[in-house]
Each structure stands twice: as structure tokens, then as C-alpha cells.
């Protein structure tokens, strides 16, 4: 699969997870992604939030790895 289709998946995935985080003030955005790790960043509400771990290890990191099984890490940057 070609980088840009690998960046189309990466962006269906991210925006299934919006409308959760849009729902309590939040949002995420793409900061990088090497094929291998996707780096992302929390915004709004989420950015501050106390389970934002969480809310990355077990919702973004799982529905991005539903699109790409390849994705080994997700991190946060702060």
C-alpha cells in the first residue's frame, strides 16, 4: 500500500474518533506519521484531560491499528 493510501486510512481513522472527543470540547490532530509510529496531538478539552492516556491507549491507538494493523506505536506529544 502507498503512503497516500496508508495517510487516507490514517484520516478515516481519525475522524471516527472525532465526534467522541468533539462531544466533551476536544479534538485531535495528525502531527506525524512514519509508517510504522503515528504521532498525534490532543487539543481543546482533551489536551489538559486527566485520562487522555487512556482515552489514546485504548480508543485512538485501537481504531487507528483497525485501519492499520501495521501501526506498531501512538504517541501524544504535549
Do not use: H
Not at 500500500?1 to 472527543?21: H, S, T
Not at 504521532?39 to 483497525?66: A, S
Amino acid at each position: 500500500m502507498e503512503d497516500k493510501d496508508k495517510l487516507a486510512k490514517l484520516n478515516q481513522a481519525l475522524e471516527e474518533i472525532r465526534p467522541f472527543l468533539q462531544k466533551d470540547g476536544g479534538d485531535i490532530s495528525l502531527i506525524d506519521f512514519t509508517g510504522k509510529e503515528v504521532i498525534i496531538q490532543f487539543e481543546g478539552n482533551c489536551y489538559n484531560c486527566r485520562i487522555n492516556d487512556l482515552t489514546l491507549n485504548v480508543g485512538v491507538t485501537q481504531i487507528i491499528k483497525k485501519y492499520l494493523p501495521e501501526v506498531e506505536q501512538v504517541k501524544n506529544i504535549d
